[in-house]
Each structure stands twice: as structure tokens, then as C-alpha cells.
């Protein structure tokens, strides 16, 4: 990272770790830094991407796709206004770019990304002037995303997901401290780099805390991701820091045990089961890990948002001190979920259950009138 980038950081924040001072880096110690593989997968090449030596807007000198998307590619190009520096640019689809929702989502990447500034938040650059067409440009990060590590390595042990998830919770502080709640925390917008350091990206589902309640409820890709959602999401509630809280909290609980707390086939039920239930306690999917693990990472998904940690602060300092935290039996009073099915928490399931309950009436009613007609003949 370059000299320029340690300088420009918000006020409080620690300074970047300049390359060679490993032992320093927030995430020291934490093995799965040490074998990351060299490239991550990008899928097949998409139908509109620049070709390699493209210049674009006379700036930035794009050299190769570094990463795909069903709405946008990534590539690796140098920004020739600052003596070639390597950096990140991500445009977006031309069909994403004809769908106003789904572009409407890139430009709010862009506005709040730049608003933000921490060293463990995905860093934009801003471009003056009028663009040819939609981009954004990024620091360009050496690594590979939390994903890719878990496919590679599970569950990673409790002493490094804890302090992934203490140092996530240092971007997150910054996020909510300027208003907004990211609400799309997972493993694929989590990169893991070699110099020991970690970003969260992707501000796409980002929003004011508020007003950051959707106005839809539909469980697309647009509004968050299933596996990943708070109950309130899922209810269409209100939405603010301790729905990122959940969502680290749903992280974290893959970390330690290499399952998600909540999997099904159907989407709505896997979603459902978290606003109705609890999930499996960690220590019976990992029994080596400690009860104040479970502990922790079992407050992070309390259902209710008021039974959680409050906010990013609290949940750190649980992370960074596991020792002092009292176990309080958070296990022992787990339950299973049950299907629930109310207009406000599944619209979409109940309106189509009372779709199919109203077309079951009117055939009952067809075949009710088709036997007087007949009887009375």
C-alpha cells in the first residue's frame, strides 16, 4: 500500500501497516494470511468486457479481469495520472446499466464508498470530469476474499475467526459512526490480503441507518443475502447496527464451525427458521472450541436485536477478550424453528399460499354449482 493511502485515513484511525511490518498488522498470527492462494477464480468471460491495453477515458490502462460478477467486472488496470499506479476498476454490465434497480445499487456503491474511510473498508478512488461510461475505481488489494479461504480451510481455528471478526468490527464502528449499516456482511465481501490486513467491500445494500428499512421485503440477491440475513431483514424491520451485528455474528459461526447456522434448499424456509428458532450450539458441530466462543458468537444471533450486543464496540471487546466473558448458558436455552407463515414476515409464501387457498375455493364452488345445476335437471 503506498505512502499517499497510509496519510489518508480518518481522524482516530490507526495507521496502515507499511509492507514488511507484518508483526504489526491486524491480522498477525492469523495462519490461513499464510497460505492464500495465488489467484481466486473469476468465472467464464462475459459478453461486454474491455479488451486487454484498453484505455479508458485516457487514464486508466486496463491489463486483465480480475474478478466477474452477474452485474459487473473487475479489473486489474494502472492509473496513468499517478505515474502508473496499480489500481482496481469495476464496471458494471451493460444490462445491470439498463436496469435501474440493479444499477441504482452501483451508484450507492460508489456514493457511500467514498464517503468512508478506514483501513479495514474497501478504499475508492475518486475520478474528476465526466466518465464515458459508469465505473469505479479501487485500491487494488493483493489476496483473496473469506470465502475462498473457508472453501479451502474449515473451520479456522477459534483464535484467528475471532480476531477476523474483532478486526472486521473496527470498519464496521466506522461505517455506523457515519450513518449507515452495511447489511450484506459475508464471506465473499471480506478479502483476506498477504500483507496481513482484511477489507470489507461491497456498499451496494449499504444505507442510512435511518432510513434503512427496504420498502420491499423480497429475498433477492438485491436486498441481502439469504444465508446472511437478521431476522429483521427477513420481517422487513427497521434495520441498524445490530443487524450488522447478526450478520458478523452468521460469519463468525461459520468460521468456527465450517457451517452456516441456518441451510435449506428453499430459500424462504432457511430464512424463516432464523425468526422462528435458534441455531445448533457451535460446541456440537466443533467441540473443541471454548464455551466463551460460543458464547459470543451465540449473543451475535439473538433474534431480537435488543438481546445482542448493542453495537460494534461491544462486540469487539468480546472478541479481543474471550476470557473475561461470563457464559451465561446461552446454549442450553436454544430452540428449533418452526415454520411461521404471517404477511409481514413471508408476504411473498403467504400471498401465495392465500392464492392457491382462493383458487382452491372457487374450483369448490364451481363444482358446488355444476352439481345443483345438474340435479336439477
Given at each position: 500500500?503506498?505512502?499517499?493511502?497510509?496519510?489518508?485515513?480518518?481522524?482516530?484511525?490507526?495507521?496502515?501497516?507499511?509492507?514488511?511490518?507484518?508483526?504489526?498488522?491486524?491480522?498477525?498470527?492469523?495462519?490461513?494470511?499464510?497460505?492464500?492462494?495465488?489467484?481466486?477464480?473469476?468465472?467464464?468471460?462475459?459478453?461486454?468486457?474491455?479488451?486487454?491495453?484498453?484505455?479508458l477515458d485516457g487514464r486508466f490502462l486496463i491489463r486483465e479481469p480480475i474478478g466477474r460478477s452477474a452485474m459487473?467486472?473487475?479489473?486489474?488496470?494502472?492509473?496513468?495520472?499517478?505515474?502508473?499506479?496499480?489500481?482496481?476498476?469495476?464496471?458494471?454490465?451493460?444490462?445491470?446499466?439498463?436496469?435501474?434497480?440493479?444499477?441504482?445499487?452501483?451508484?450507492?456503491?460508489?456514493?457511500?464508498?467514498?464517503?468512508?474511510?478506514?483501513?479495514?473498508?474497501?478504499?475508492?478512488?475518486?475520478v474528476a470530469g465526466k466518465k464515458s461510461r459508469p465505473y469505479i475505481v479501487m485500491e487494488l488489494l493483493d489476496?483473496?476474499?473469506?470465502?475462498?479461504?473457508?472453501?479451502?480451510?474449515?473451520?479456522?481455528?477459534?483464535?484467528?475467526?475471532?480476531?477476523?471478526?474483532?478486526?472486521?468490527?473496527?470498519?464496521?464502528?466506522?461505517?455506523?459512526?457515519?450513518?449507515?449499516?452495511?447489511?450484506?456482511?459475508?464471506?465473499?465481501?471480506?478479502?483476506?490480503?498477504?500483507?496481513?490486513?482484511?477489507?470489507?467491500?461491497?456498499?451496494?445494500?449499504?444505507?442510512?441507518?435511518?432510513?434503512?428499512?427496504?420498502?420491499?421485503?423480497?429475498?433477492?440477491?438485491?436486498?441481502?443475502?439469504?444465508?446472511?440475513?437478521?431476522?429483521?431483514?427477513?420481517?422487513?424491520?427497521?434495520?441498524?447496527?445490530?443487524?450488522?451485528?447478526?450478520?458478523?455474528?452468521?460469519?463468525?459461526?461459520?468460521?468456527?464451525?465450517?457451517?452456516?447456522?441456518?441451510?435449506?434448499?428453499?430459500?424462504?424456509?432457511?430464512?424463516?427458521?432464523?425468526?422462528?428458532?435458534?441455531?445448533?450450539?457451535?460446541?456440537?458441530?466443533?467441540?473443541?472450541?471454548?464455551?466463551?466462543?460460543?458464547?459470543?458468537?451465540?449473543?451475535?444471533?439473538?433474534?431480537?436485536?435488543?438481546?445482542?450486543?448493542?453495537?460494534?464496540?461491544?462486540?469487539?471487546?468480546?472478541?479481543?477478550?474471550?476470557?473475561?466473558?461470563?457464559?451465561?448458558?446461552?446454549?442450553?436455552?436454544?430452540?428449533?424453528?418452526?415454520?411461521?407463515?404471517?404477511?409481514?414476515?413471508?408476504?411473498?409464501?403467504?400471498?401465495?399460499?392465500?392464492?392457491?387457498?382462493?383458487?382452491?375455493?372457487?374450483?369448490?364452488?364451481?363444482?358446488?354449482?355444476?352439481?345443483?345445476?345438474?340435479?336439477?335437471?
Amino acid at each position: 500500500m503506498s505512502e499517499a493511502q497510509a496519510t489518508d485515513r480518518a481522524p482516530g484511525a490507526p495507521e496502515f501497516v507499511r509492507p514488511g511490518d507484518a508483526s504489526q498488522a491486524p491480522l498477525a498470527g492469523v495462519a490461513c494470511c499464510e497460505r492464500l492462494p495465488d489467484r481466486e477464480g473469476i468465472g467464464q468471460p462475459l459478453e461486454d468486457e474491455f479488451p486487454a491495453d484498453y484505455l479508458l477515458d485516457g487514464r486508466f490502462l486496463i491489463r486483465e479481469p480480475i474478478g466477474r460478477s452477474a452485474m459487473a467486472t473487475v479489473y486489474r488496470a494502472e492509473d496513468l495520472s499517478d505515474g502508473g499506479r496499480a489500481v482496481a476498476v469495476k464496471v458494471p454490465l451493460l444490462r445491470a446499466e439498463s436496469d435501474p434497480v440493479t444499477f441504482g445499487r452501483f451508484l450507492r456503491e460508489e456514493r457511500i464508498g467514498l464517503i468512508l474511510n478506514h483501513p479495514c473498508l474497501l478504499k475508492l478512488i475518486p475520478v474528476a470530469g465526466k466518465k464515458s461510461r459508469p465505473y469505479i475505481v479501487m485500491e487494488l488489494l493483493d489476496g483473496c476474499t473469506l470465502a475462498c479461504v473457508l472453501h479451502l480451510t474449515k473451520p479456522l481455528p477459534e483464535k484467528d475467526a475471532l480476531k477476523i471478526a474483532a478486526v472486521l468490527c473496527g470498519g464496521l464502528k466506522a461505517m455506523h459512526d457515519r450513518g449507515f449499516v452495511h447489511r450484506d456482511i459475508k464471506p465473499a465481501n471480506i478479502m483476506i490480503c498477504r500483507d496481513r490486513t482484511l477489507r470489507l467491500m461491497d456498499f451496494g445494500l449499504s444505507s442510512e441507518i435511518s432510513a434503512s428499512r427496504s420498502l420491499i421485503a423480497a429475498l433477492t440477491p438485491l436486498f441481502g443475502t439469504p444465508e446472511y440475513m437478521a431476522p429483521e431483514q427477513v420481517m422487513n424491520k427497521k434495520n441498524d447496527e445490530r443487524t450488522d451485528v447478526y450478520g458478523l455474528g452468521v460469519v463468525l459461526y461459520q468460521m468456527l464451525t465450517g457451517q452456516l447456522p441456518y441451510k435449506d434448499e428453499d430459500i424462504w424456509k432457511a430464512a424463516q427458521m432464523r425468526v422462528t428458532g435458534d441455531p445448533v450450539a457451535p460446541r456440537r458441530l466443533n467441540p473443541a472450541l471454548s464455551p466463551q466462543a460460543e458464547e459470543i458468537v451465540l449473543c451475535a444471533l439473538r433474534r431480537k436485536p435488543d438481546d445482542r450486543y448493542c453495537d460494534a464496540v461491544r462486540f469487539r471487546t468480546a472478541l479481543l477478550a474471550p476470557e473475561l466473558v461470563e457464559v451465561t448458558g446461552l446454549s442450553e436455552g436454544l430452540q428449533p424453528s418452526r415454520l411461521r407463515i404471517s404477511i409481514q414476515g413471508t408476504p411473498f409464501l403467504a400471498g401465495a399460499l392465500i392464492s392457491v387457498s382462493a383458487l382452491l375455493a372457487m374450483v369448490g364452488l364451481f363444482l358446488v354449482i355444476s352439481h345443483f345445476a345438474g340435479a336439477g335437471r
